[in-house]
């Protein structure tokens, strides 16, 4: 049976039972979790990370769902090295007061699931419980489910905070980092005549500051004739470093704006040039993007991404002929553009 094929609702139903009936109910939770995976001995150890969006990010985190998965199942479970089993939780806002939560596994035979829950809630045990009980229920389908060893604390807690509310009661979130790499080709404007591009980029997502970015493009080899016998070649580089905070994001997509700064170097080589002319050119540049990402996996993304920038006080390349006069070859425009698709990955 595929892993997809116990549903989210069905999961979601035995959690809820789960918070009223206790035991009675739980075993269709855990039939349910483990009716799509292909082991069927608890693993013995696993290695957890959590990506929390928007408001749940305050009390969504590995800390505190490892430490509830490790009470239920009473002994330790996480590891940070390699472990038997590998468990990424992902959480971002849905419609509504929905919480769309996706659970993305991978054993050490490199067999892998996924998961993906709506999961109603107004505070951060109500979100925080149901996907614990999840973990649990992967990593030992066989688990006794029952609550969780009782508090030593004579008082009873406070109620915990709502998931709208920043308060200094909310738990402490543990610091989540998320890196990214992709690669793509598109169609380079600008300092160059129209050519082909390829480029690579590495971005790092520091909690709750904006994602950094940096990119490396390499455009192809173009030329231009100047005469019957003369040809003028193009060639360009560049790189840069850019600030990309989200825009908008739901259950598999993201929308992104970027501003940074970009360096381009442009060589042009050809017969007659003069040769006291400036044939290699720096160019710095302002920059500003839009970029979308569609994850086709909780680690795999496709992306579309347009930029465009300035550089002022472009001059025009000339080609020298035999009469010692010169002839125009190619003016940049102040303006350069990048269209770009590519594949990435986090």
């Known amino acids: 049976m595929p892993l997809r094929a116990c ?8 959690v809820q039972a789960y918070s009223f009936l206790g035991l009675a109910v739980a075993v269709a939770a855990a039939q349910c979790a483990t009716a799509g995976l292909t082991w069927a001995q608890a693993a013995h150890t696993a290695r957890l990370s959590v990506q929390a969006e928007g408001p749940s990010d305050t009390c969504v985190n590995a800390d505190a769902i490892g430490q509830n998965v490790e009470r239920r199942l009473a002994r330790k479970v996480f590891v940070t090295a390699t472990a038997d089993l590998e468990i990424t939780v992902q959480v971002r806002p849905g419609v509504n007061a929905n919480q769309v939560v996706t659970v993305h596994t991978r054993t050490a035979q490199g067999t892998s699931g996924e998961r993906i829950l709506n999961i109603v809630a ?16 992967t990593i030992d389908p066989a688990a006794p489910l029952g609550t969780q060893a009782p508090p030593t604390a004579t008082k009873a807690p406070p109620p915990p905070p709502a998931l709208q509310t920043t308060s200094k009661a909310s738990p402490p979130a543990r610091a989540e980092h998320n890196f990214l790499a992709s690669i793509g080709a598109g169609v380079l404007l600008g300092p160059l005549p129209p050519t082909a591009a390829v480029e690579a980029r590495a971005a790092w997502s520091p909690p709750r500051w904006p994602r950094l970015g940096l990119f490396l493009r390499a455009g192809l080899p173009t030329q231009i004739d100047v005469q019957t016998q003369a040809q003028a070649r ?16 739901g259950q598999r997509l993201r929308l992104g704006a970027c501003a940074g700064v970009e360096l381009s170097w442009v060589r042009a080589r050809g017969l007659g040039f003069d040769e006291g002319g ?23 993304f496709i992306y579309a991404r347009l930029q ?8 025009t390349y000339q080609f020298i002929d035999q009469a010692d006069q010169a002839q125009p070859i190619f003016t940049p425009s102040m ?12």
Request: with cysteine; hydrophobic share 50%; proline share 6%.
């Open 122 to 137: 107004d505070s951060c045990e109500a979100l925080l419980e149901p996907i614990a009980l999840v973990v649990t229920l």
């Open 234 to 249: 193009f060639v360009a580089a560049s790189g840069g470093l850019q600030a990309c905070p989200q825009v908008a994001a």
């Open 7 to 14: 549903t989210a609702s069905s999961i979601l139903a035995a």
């Open 278 to 300: 400036q044939s290699t050119r720096w160019l710095p540049m302002p920059v500003v993007a839009l970029e979308a990402q569609a994850h086709l996996t909780a680690t795999n």
């Open 308 to 315: 465009v920038g300035w550089a002022p006080g472009q001059s």
């Open 335 to 346: 303006f350069s553009g990048v269209l770009t698709l590519g594949l990435g990955w986090n």
